[in-house]
C-alpha cells in the first residue's frame, strides 16, 4: 500500500491456520486468533503505529537504513536532548529558564509522534505539530 493510500489496512481472516492478519504496505502481521478480543487489540495497535506513517512524504519514506532492528524513535530523541540540555541550560549553578521552554515546545511531538521512527520525522510532521 503507498503511502499516499486512504483507506485503511483491513482485519482479515487467514482461513488455513484461523488467525486473524493485517497486511500494511505489502508486509503480513499476524495478530492471532481471527475474531479474539486479543488479535482485535492488535489490529488496532498495528493501525494505530501505521497512521503517522501515512503523513510522511515519499521521498523521505524511501531513505531506509538497512540492518537497523531497533531504529531510534522520537521519543528516545526527545529524552537524550532533554539530558544534554539540562547540563547545557545552566546559569550559575542553575537551570536556565530555556529548560521550561523546551519542554513546553516538545510536548505536542511527543504527543503525536513519540513511537515514530525519527528517521521519518520529516518536514509534513514538522508542519503537522506546529498546527497543533
Known sequence: MSPRSRTVP????DKAPGRA???????????????????????????????????????????????????LVVDEAILRYKTFAESYYVKNGKLSKEIVDIKYSLRPVRQLYGRLPLREFGPLVLKAVRQR
Open 10 to 13: 483491513a482485519y482479515c481472516h
Open 21 to 71: 492478519i493485517v497486511r500494511i504496505e505489502g508486509r503480513d502481521y499476524y495478530l492471532g486468533p481471527f475474531g479474539s478480543p486479543e488479535s482485535h487489540e492488535a489490529y488496532e495497535r498495528r493501525i494505530a503505529e501505521w497512521r503517522p506513517s501515512r503523513i510522511v512524504n515519499t521521498a523521505a519514506s524511501q531513505v531506509r537504513i538497512t540492518g537497523d532492528p531497533f531504529p
